[in-house]
């Protein structure tokens, strides 16, 4: 078979279709494809083999997340219950609202950054632009927490949080700086490919020391105020860690090439443009729990909270590989690095859906058999929610990392419009359905959002980045996904079975 003429250089090794390389995660049809020289092939291979092992490395801190998380979760819940751990929630929520407004984007700022940079060899910029930001955001989050411990019966009343609840919300003041730190360390180290140590800060040393505190106090009779407490101390610990580790990274920085004044400008576009996203999607993501709190009471926002925890399941595998490749498609924006934008995209789309596929179809249909273990009252009204949730994460992952790719590709700009209409028609939902349906009203809302968000993203994406989304495997996985959940509702409905392993297996 005669080879397909391409614009590489003479005498290049071609691979013909069939005889490239299968590579775990790949087809010809996909990555490989008529015409590709051998040199671009193990490009393309060795930056799998990136992206593969130090997803590994999440898929090892998650594993223990999970492991570990999911039976805590279940015991606080039982200890606190649903109307204590519905006020806990709307606490959570102020404090996330107040450091969403304080972050002025200067985390993802970094995490854009650092790479470019890096590969430039530039580091007296990356010097500059993590000390600075650091110091800023230190003093930004100190002065917020003095600003909740001053006005905390106000904060009470605006976020519908009763004033007997007064010492909580003091506690609760001293995560805003701690949760702009970790954040902040956690982009950092992003940027500097550092994966392991945000596995054992976040996972590891947080989730233990959370876990051991929490215990802890428990039984020492300081429920709210102990777990509080709990992740103030898990949040200390966790940043101790990634803090040491930056500061040892930045330290030889100023060392290098002489470069010219840093970029301020185009840092500073970048952080406004993310600030705004960020905050927006901030205020949006957590007022579902306030609309809820207020149109039935904390008890129903405890069970959004349950239900929430249960959604995140199937995206852990999704923001694994986003923690990861984010920082590859902020290296890879040169032009003449579309094919490497094009497989880091296709591999994530592929083993992200080939890892969640199960465990959405698990959490669709045993969802309620699931809630039961947290007690009758989650099941009774989290069920249908929890299953629209779920779904929404199903379909964003169909559409692939194409907010994130446009994100780290200079189109952060339109992408923050389209995220505006997308966040409107959430909060549309949220104060249109929220209120009659309950929990359902924001699960269809988080469909429709969902939908609109990534299938314009695409639209972008594939004008813009010249980005395909079409291949033979992401229709397979449309397709059995689809035959799956079917077979499993008919064998469940059959069998009469409440849950269990045999079905799960068969489907």
């Known amino acids: 078979m005669p080879a397909t003429p391409t614009s590489f250089g003479p005498g290049s090794k071609l691979i013909l279709p069939g005889s490239g390389p299968l590579r775990f995660g790949s087809r010809p049809s996909d990555l490989w494809r008529p015409g590709v020289t051998a040199a671009e092939a193990q490009a393309r291979s060795e930056l799998a083999g990136r992206l593969g092992s130090q997803t590994m490395v999440m898929f090892a801190g998650y594993a223990f997340t999970l492991l570990c998380g999911f039976p805590f979760q279940i015991y606080l819940a039982r200890k606190l219950g649903a109307h204590d751990l519905g006020i806990y929630s709307l606490a959570e929520g102020a404090v996330v609202i107040i450091a969403g407004l304080c972050a002025i984007g200067l985390s993802p700022m970094v995490m854009r950054f650092v790479p470019e940079h890096l590969v430039a060899g530039e580091g007296q910029h990356v010097r500059t632009l993590v000390v600075g930001s650091g110091l800023l955001l230190l003093a930004i989050g100190a002065a917020a927490m003095l600003f909740v411990l001053a006005f905390v019966r106000p904060l009470q009343s605006l976020f519908g949080i009763a004033p007997a609840y007064g010492d909580l919300m003091k506690l609760m003041a001293a995560l805003i700086p701690l949760t702009l730190l970790v954040f902040f360390f956690q982009q950092v180290l992003r940027g500097f490919q550092e994966i392991i140590y945000i596995v054992a800060a976040t996972s590891v040393v ?228 929220g209120p009659v349906l309950g929990l359902p009203g924001l699960g269809l809302g988080a469909i429709a959002s969902t939908l609109f968000l990534n299938w314009t993203c695409m639209v972008l994406a594939r004008r813009r980045l010249q980005l395909r989304w079409w291949t033979s495997r992401n229709v397979g996985w449309m397709i059995s996904g689809a035959v799956a959940l079917l077979i499993g509702i008919v064998m469940k409905g059959v069998t009469g079975l409440p849950g269990g392993l045999p079905v799960f297996l068969v489907t």
């Open 206 to 433: 947080a989730l233990t020391t959370k876990i051991a505190a929490t215990v802890f106090f428990f039984d020492r009779g300081l429920l709210l105020p102990g777990y509080a407490l709990a992740n103030i101390l898990s949040l200390i610990a966790a940043l101790s860690l990634m803090a040491g580790k930056a500061a040892w990274l930045v330290r030889g920085m100023g060392a290098g090439q002489p470069c010219g004044p840093p970029p301020v400008r185009r840092w500073f576009r970048f952080a406004a443009t993310s600030y705004t996203a960020d905050l927006l999607s901030t205020l949006v993501g957590q007022s579902d729990r306030f609309i809820l709190g207020a149109a039935v009471g904390p008890a129903a926002v405890g069970v959004l909270a349950v239900v929430r925890q249960l959604q995140q399941f199937p995206n852990i595998f999704n923001q694994m590989f986003l923690t990861v490749v984010s920082p590859m498609f902020a290296a890879s924006n040169d032009p003449s690095r579309h094919a490497d934008r094009q497989t880091l995209y296709s591999l994530m789309m592929d083993w992200v859906l080939r890892l969640a596929l199960p465990m959405i179809l698990f959490l669709m249909l045993f969802g309620g058999e699931l809630l039961d273990v947290y007690g009758p009252q989650y099941r009774e009204q989290g069920v249908l929610a929890l299953q629209l949730m779920v779904l929404a994460v199903g379909l964003n992952f169909l559409f692939g990392p194409t907010g994130a790719l446009l994100n780290m590709s200079g189109l952060e700009a339109p992408l923050l419009r389209l995220s505006m209409i997308s966040l409107a028609i959430l909060i549309g939902c949220y104060f249109l359905l």
